[in-house]
Nanobody, 116 residues
Framework: QVQLVESGGGLVQPGGSLRLSCAAS????????MSWYRQAPGKERELVAA????????NYADSVKGRFTISRDNAKNTVYLQMNSLKPEDTAVYYC?????????WGQGTQVTVSS
């Protein structure tokens, strides 16, 4: 069975950094494009960053460009989200997603809170 397990969330001050990890199991990880989404209270879930299966190409929401970096290690079946210069508006639950054709898998989410 497919599992995506996020970690690395927490409370950080504005301007700080966090690195999220998502460990995947039960799927051929290196063949799946991977994404990070987030959902703030009262808002819809939004795409934050995406990376192709081989890690060649990445894509970011305008709101995080230049601050967040998505990467992956196919040998470790893990995708990362490095978040720098965090802002209060980055506060949300962050979800890992693996999607290919009809397959669409989600992790349980990790809370990121940016507050002084």
């Amino acid at each position: 069975q497919v599992q995506l397990v996020e970690s690395g969330g927490g409370l950080v001050q504005p301007g700080g950094s966090l690195r999220l990890s998502c460990a995947a199991s039960g799927l051929p990880f290196s063949s799946y494009p991977m994404s990070w989404y987030r959902q703030a209270p009262g808002k819809e879930r939004e795409l934050v960053a995406a990376i192709t299966s081989a890690g060649i190409s990445t894509n970011y929401a305008d709101s995080v460009k230049g601050r967040f970096t998505i990467s992956r290690d196919n040998a470790k079946n893990t995708v990362y989200l490095q978040m720098n210069s965090l802002k209060p508006e980055d506060t949300a639950v962050y979800y890992c997603n693996a999607k290919k054709h009809w397959d669409d898998y989600w992790g349980q989410g990790t809370q990121v809170t940016v507050s002084s």
